[in-house]
């Protein structure tokens, strides 16, 4: 089966961009031996894949999507933590610069500002300043580095797209032990844990309302990004549609 599309969408979980994939139709195909959802976009000129946490599930889904879609581009989206206080719930972020944690390799991203740290767990308020202090950079996520190295592995062109879901001094609620080994989220052993310890119960419902406008606010923007990228242009002009839409997502902008 011969398939393609324009852009390529990778995030972690189907929450993070439920708004924009509602109406997408949902496509399981299977890619090395693992099961992944994919939802196509009208004619295709947009495909994405919610691969799971963490940078193996990331690398897992890119590696996927671009065997079977082979896109022109491929985007990392998704949730992120605030490193600077001033960074707010909803606002878009689009580095300049993406650095690894696992061994301090940075990917120049051909358009944005401002830094993006991957890191391997999920991190709370001691850990992004730590994050912040160490990196100089603006966010964390989990899974973009794995995105970026898949794609420059095979020579795609290569964005991110993150909007922020916790800030800087929200302190995250113990997370790890709820995510499997293939990525995915565990939300009813979640709950059943949160509902015998009440001093979690303000942070996780704050953490639910954030999750809800950021994932609002990520995937308005999004739609505005593939409008931009998978609508035709004059050959003369080729590279200036893409360069004009990525200028135009630049980091710390408010939806």
Known sequence: MNLSCKLAIVAALEREIAPLIKHWTPIPREYA???????????????AVCGGI????????????????????????????????????????????????????RT???????????FMAVAGATQKANLAQAYGACAVDMEAAAVAAAARARGITFGVTKVISDELHFEMPSMARFIGSEGQFNTARFTAFVALRPWLWKPVA??????????????????????????????????????????????????
């Open 108 to 118: 120049q991203l051909e358009a944005g500002e401002g830094t993006l740290v991957t």
């Open 206 to 255: 704050t953490l639910a309302m954030n999750s809800r406008k950021a994932a609002h606010s990520l995937s308005a923007h999004l739609e505005r990004l593939g409008c931009h990228l998978t609508k035709p242009v004059i050959a003369t002009t080729a590279s200036a549609a893409p360069t004009a839409a990525a200028n135009s997502l630049r980091s710390g902008g408010r939806e």
């Open 33 to 47: 031996g693992r099961k992944f959802t994919f939802f196509e976009q009208g004619e295709r000129e947009i495909v």
């Open 54 to 105: 963490g940078l193996e599930s990331a690398r897992r889904a890119a590696e996927a999507l671009i065997a079977l879609y082979h896109p022109t581009r491929i985007y990392s989206v998704g949730f992120a933590g605030a490193l600077h206080a001033e960074m707010r719930v909803g606002d878009i972020f689009s580095p300049a610069i993406l650095i690894d944690a696992r061994d301090g390799s």
